[in-house]
C-alpha cells in the first residue's frame, strides 16, 4: 500500500503563471486535507475535502487557490496567477472514513515562485 | 483561535534524553499529536494521545499530558543523530465522521551532538 504521493516533489513558476498540485491518497482514503508551510514556521491548515466535496475551505486565500478532489483521479491543489509569497511547501494529507484520530503525510511540493 | 506554542530550538548530547515542550490553548483538543520532519522531508507521525490518558510510552518516546496546564512534553530517551530532525506538536478537537483538521505548532529543531 503505497503512501500518500504528491507530485510533483518540486516546482518553479514565474510571478503570473499557474501551478497545480496533486495528491494521490492512500488506498481507501477518503478524506484529502491540504497544508501549506511557509518557510521556518509551521504547517496551516487550507482545506479539507471527501471526494466530489469541498467540507471545509476556512484556511484557503479568498482570491486565486482553489483545490478539488474529484470522482476519479487526484487532488488538485491549483494556484492561479501566483506571486512570491505563495512560494512554500504545500504537503497533502489523507484518511480514512471514520477514524479521525490519525492522517498520512505526502512528502510535500516545494513550490518556489521567480 | 486555536493556538499551538513550541521553543524553535533544542541541543542535546548523543545519548542524552531530549524533552521537546509544547503548550496549546484550546481546552476542547481531543488528540495531541508529535510529528517529526526531516530536511526535505513530509511530516512522520510519531505518536499520538488523547486528551483522557495522562502519558503514553512507545519504545525510546513518552509522552506526557497535562490537561490542566494544557501542556505536553514528549521526551526521547537515549537520543541518537537520526533523531535530529524538527518535532512538530500539533492537537485536534472532537470530530465525528473522520474529520480531522489539525493545528500545528511552529517547530521545534532537535540538534543532536555526536
Known amino acids: 500500500n503505497a503512501g500518500v504521493m504528491q507530485n510533483p516533489r518540486h516546482l518553479v513558476r514565474r510571478r503570473g503563471q499557474e501551478a497545480r498540485l496533486r495528491c494521490s491518497p492512500m488506498k481507501g482514503h477518503s478524506h484529502v486535507y491540504w497544508y501549506r508551510q511557509l518557510p521556518e514556521e509551521g504547517l496551516k491548515f487550507m482545506v479539507y475535502l471527501q471526494k466530489e466535496n469541498i467540507i471545509d475551505e476556512s484556511g484557503m486565500p479568498k482570491e486565486r487557490f482553489s483545490a478539488e478532489f474529484p470522482k476519479e483521479g487526484p487532488s488538485i491543489l491549483r494556484i492561479q496567477q501566483v506571486v512570491r509569497g505563495d512560494s512554500a511547501a504545500y504537503f497533502c494529507?489523507?484518511?480514512?472514513?471514520?477514524?479521525?484520530?490519525?492522517?498520512?503525510f505526502g512528502q510535500g511540493t516545494r513550490l518556489t515562485v521567480v | 483561535g486555536e493556538d499551538v506554542e513550541q521553543s524553535l530550538f533544542l541541543s542535546v548530547r548523543e545519548g542524552d534524553s531530549s524533552v521537546i515542550n509544547c503548550t496549546y490553548t484550546?481546552?476542547?483538543?481531543?488528540?495531541l499529536y508529535w510529528y517529526k520532519q526531516e530536511p526535505g522531508a513530509g511530516l512522520q507521525l510519531l505518536t499520538y494521545?488523547?486528551?483522557?490518558?495522562d502519558m503514553k510510552q512507545d519504545q525510546r518516546l513518552t509522552v506526557l499530558l497535562n490537561k490542566k496546564d494544557k501542556h505536553l512534553s514528549l521526551r526521547i530517551a537515549d537520543t541518537q543523530t537520526g533523531d535530529s530532525a524538527i518535532y512538530f506538536c500539533a492537537e485536534s478537537g472532537g470530530n465525528s465522521g473522520g474529520y480531522q483538521k489539525v493545528t500545528f505548532g511552529t517547530g521545534t529543531k532537535l540538534q543532536v551532538i555526536p
Open positions: 484550546d481546552s476542547s483538543s481531543t488528540y
Open positions: 494521545i488523547f486528551s483522557n490518558m
Open positions: 494529507a489523507s484518511s480514512p472514513p471514520g477514524r479521525g484520530t490519525e492522517a498520512f
